[in-house]
């Protein structure tokens, strides 16, 4: 907490001048801070994005193999069968 100045005890317009400054300050420093708060939540939204793209294309990618291996397990079981039955 600021301490009150020797002036601001003698004088009345003083404190008032120095309160006005000091909360001209301190509204400035909210702003300041609003802003940097905002833009942090803009770049969590932008890595949660990234995120989800980065698991869906990982997902994709599993889908693809998942169905590549059961392909081949298909049709090695066939051709297994077809030259069983011959």
């Known amino acids: 907490m600021v301490e009150a100045t020797d002036i601001e005890k ?5 404190h008032v001048e120095l309160c006005a400054e000091r909360y001209n300050a301190l509204e400035d420093k909210i702003a300041t ?17 990234t995120v989800g793209k980065m698991a869906e294309k990982n997902n994709d990618r599993l889908i693809s193999w998942g169905v590549a291996i059961i392909g081949f397990l298909v049709a090695s079981t066939v051709g ?7």
């Not at 297994?80 to 011959?86: E, G, N, P, Q």
């Open 33 to 49: 801070l609003d802003d940097k708060i905002t833009l942090v939540g803009t770049m969590i939204k932008e890595v949660k994005e």
């Open 80 to 86: 297994l069968f077809a030259y069983i039955a011959k």
């Open 10 to 14: 003698k004088s009345l317009e003083a």
